[in-house]
């Protein structure tokens, strides 16, 4: 599930910009997923 890993690259300590890279999304995309993962 690509928002656990992202989640998991987070509080691994990359970056945002690292995590886009890593997962191949534009910044702003992984920005809006994350806002929108820890709203829930």
Do not use: F, H
Request: glycine residues 4%; proline residues 0%.
């Amino acid at each position: 599930d690509e928002d656990k890993r992202m989640q998991t690259l987070i509080s691994s300590g990359y970056t945002q910009r690292n995590v886009a890279k890593i997962l191949g999304r534009s910044e702003e995309s992984v920005k809006s997923r994350l806002s929108r993962l820890r709203k829930k």
